[in-house]
């Protein structure tokens, strides 16, 4: 993939276009910025909020009529137009609503029924995909991928449900353009020749292909980040993760769950894979962690983009450091950590160790989720900036009412992401976040911060999230009958 060179664009001015502005950050953002990372971090929140505001209205009246759950949700609220960004507070679509599909259609192997339900919730037309010979979930969704712009995303199924996310190809390339971007630049200056356009290292301890957003990324990594060789891609594992594994995963855990782990209700022909899952679980740590190993190795001294979690970074690091290696990774290189410390107690000072072991000057983090385009990406003193066309809500946990656009505010993260092209924008999380709307972050990005004290609500609430949405119940109760109700 060859990355568009910097433009000209500028921000938005008072009295620019908004409409045109908009259009052109819900299609192509980076381009829009010239491919330049402080660009993009530094537009004014006034700014940015009056062209998120347009782009609300214009996405809209667009998307109510491609998903029809939408234009459902958005009826029984009578919800047209909108005068300001919380407005958009009760049209956000909780997080489980990609789940809300009967667990049964799965059992039953019921794929034209699981289409129909999809089909509900995303802008392409999947009704005349032909999906009567699929005999398992990869089938299905392998068929969705060839014949449409869909390239459906699934979740690990902790829960014990796995959740379908209608994202598209082009959500996935703006999504890894944006890692490029954020991370390949420093902010403050200009992309560089080599930024734009070197070939990178991609290192992903993960597998080269799958259904969940981390088993695909590599495909899109290797457009971006390698410009198409696969000899610059690098991952632990060369071969698909299977999505009827990982489902069959989510239902021992929910079958575990209750006490019975003789009762998983899944076909026999996928429960007969139970020992390769089992043995799949257990060598697969130790396989992530020699993997980085022996890359770090084998790229001394090159350009590298590496993405995996923090205790795996740490734990090759620690034992290089103990060998005698350290500076590995040339001039230039990312270290992108995160997903927690999965129950490892991580020591003082790991994350020095972490950068001395690859040669780096810092470790950056980022949030995001398989509902959001856009990941935001940990500055130097520690705040993960929002892209401009990314709205926050904080909402109260209690009532589901967003709270003020001023002061220090905690509640539960709530987005619009106006580039999405395979469903609508708009989502609830269940997570617990803080930002403090008034105070500048000293880093000099104008972008909205959002503190690095995360939490699950689940955790907070003792196990189970309460979700409590702007939205009215009978509004969410429409909106769900319609999603459950199948033709026959």
Sequence with gaps: MTIAAPTTAKPPRAG????????????????????????????????????????????LEKRRAEIPVLAKFADAQDIRRIAS?????????????????????????????LTQWLGRLTTHDVSGVDVSKCKSIDEWLMTLQAATP?????????SGTMSFFPKS???????????????????????????????????????????????????????????GDEDYLHVAFPHKISSDLMWLAAR??????????????????????????????????????????????????????????????????????????????????????????????MPEGW???????????????????????????????????????????ILDLDTGKPKPRSGTQTGRAGFFDMTHDGTWGGILTGDQITVDWDTPCPCGRTSVAIKPTIQRVSELQGGDDKISCAATPAAQAEALDYLTSFEL
């Design 169 to 227: 190809k082009r959500d996935y390339t703006t999504s890894v353009v944006g890692f490029r971007v954020q991370l390949a630049q420093k902010f403050g200056a200009e992309p560089t020749h080599g930024d734009l356009h070197d070939k990178l290292h991609m290192l992903a301890p993960s597998y080269r292909d799958g259904h969940t957003s981390s088993g695909r990324f590599p495909e899109y990594f290797k457009k971006v980040f390698c410009l």
């Design 351 to 393: 994350q020095n160790d972490c950068l001395e072991f690859f040669g780096l000057e810092r470790m950056l983090m980022g949030y995001g989720m398989t509902e959001m385009n856009s990941f935001s990406i940990t500055c130097e003193h520690g705040h993960y900036h929002l892209l401009p066309w990314v709205t926050l809500f």
């Design 150 to 158: 869909l390239d459906v995303a699934t979740s690990s199924g902790t």
């Design 252 to 345: 021992l855990r929910a079958a575990a769950a209750k006490g019975d782990v003789t009762r998983v209700d899944v076909p026999e022909v996928l429960l007969a894979r139970r020992a390769e899952l089992e043995r799949m679980q257990k060598d697969a740590p130790g396989q992530q962690s020699a993997f980085i190993a022996r890359v770090a190795k084998e790229l001394t001294g090159k350009r590298v983009f590496a993405m995996g979690t923090s205790p795996m970074f740490y734990d090759v690091a620690r034992r290089g450091l103990a060998e005698g290696a350290r500076n590995k990774f040339g001039p230039g290189s990312i270290l992108m950590g995160g997903g927690g410390h999965k129950g490892m107690v």
């Design 85 to 113: 960004l919380d407005d958009m507070a009760p049209l956000l679509f909780e997080h489980n609503v990609y789940k809300t599909y009967p667990v049964s259609l799965l059992a039953k192997q019921r794929y034209d029924q």
């Design 16 to 59: 620019a276009v908004l409409e045109s502005d908009a259009s052109s950050w819900m299609s192509d953002p980076y381009a829009y910025f010239g491919m330049s990372n402080t660009r993009v971090h530094s537009v004014p929140r006034r700014d940015a909020e009056a062209v998120q505001l347009a782009a609300m209205n214009i996405l």
